[in-house]
């Protein structure tokens, strides 16, 4: 049964990096036809996708925060990773790991989250 | 950005049927997937690829899909439905893009 745990996160700055990695148990991430996937639900807001890596480091990312997010694959240590740069109060939010199924008949049409994180909440301020 | 309009909020009766609609082009072009988030939660997948349900989701939800509009359906709604309810589809510009969410109580 895969789970999977995403790294706590301290405060965080106005301007500065968050960092934040999502830890792989009970599966391996370099299966084919899944990537490995950041969320965020910002307090009264709906869920936002960030972006998605595939095992082998490539990734795909929101259009509207490319300039500011970058995500890796680990797949030594089964482990990926998300930096978003120049945090403002408006990236305060419960970020999420999840995996995204990309099914080989539909690709990313057809693509869907079956496994999430608990969650990790980031708090921007002074 | 594309849109996916969903009612913020629906109110039903125990043991009634709720029906969450999930409206936009996208939906005539890219397939649905529906998710619940109660409090304190993560997100669970309930339907994905327009009606099909993982296992281990109850057979009270089912999902559905006319033109451009996706319904999620709850039959013998309870209690612990109590929940914020996300569509999402795929964009090819956008990426992956979510509904604003459906909040469901059950009075």
């Known amino acids: 049964q895969l789970q999977l745990q995403e790294s706590a996160s301290g405060p965080v700055r106005p301007s500065e990096t968050l960092s934040l990695n999502c830890k792989l148990s009970?599966?391996?991430?370099?299966?084919?036809?899944?990537?490995w996937a950041w969320l965020r639900q910002a307090p009264g807001k709906g869920l936002e996708w960030l972006g998605s890596?595939?095992?082998?480091?490539?990734?795909y990312l929101n259009p509207s925060l490319k300039s500011r997010v970058s995500l890796v694959a680990d797949t030594s240590r089964n482990q990926f990773s998300l930096t978003l740069d120049s945090m403002t109060a408006a990236d305060t939010a419960v970020y999420f790991c999840?995996?995204?199924?990309?099914?080989?008949?539909?690709?990313?049409?057809?693509?869907?989250?079956?496994?999430w994180g608990q969650g990790s909440l980031v708090t921007v301020s002074s | 950005s594309p849109d996916l309009t969903q009612p913020p909020a629906l109110s039903v009766s125990p043991l009634e049927t709720a029906s969450i609609t999930c409206s936009g082009a996208?939906?005539?072009?890219?397939?649905v997937s529906w998710y619940q988030r109660r409090p304190g939660l993560s997100p669970l997948l309930l339907i994905y690829?327009?009606?099909r349900r993982p296992s281990g989701v109850p057979e009270r939800f089912s999902g559905s899909t006319y033109g451009g509009t996706a319904t999620l359906r709850i039959d013998v709604t309870q209690p612990v439905d109590e929940a914020d309810y996300f569509c999402?589809?795929?964009?090819?510009?956008?990426?992956?893009?979510f509904g604003a969410g459906t909040k469901l109580t059950v009075l």
């Open positions: 996208l939906l005539e072009t890219a397939f």
């Open positions: 009970g599966d391996s991430m370099s299966r084919s036809g899944f990537f």
């Open positions: 999402q589809v795929w964009d090819a510009t956008a990426g992956i893009v």
């Open positions: 999840a995996r995204q199924v990309v099914p080989y008949d539909s690709s990313w049409r057809g693509s869907y989250f079956d496994s």
């Open positions: 890596v595939s095992y082998s480091d490539i990734p």
């Open positions: 690829q327009d009606v």
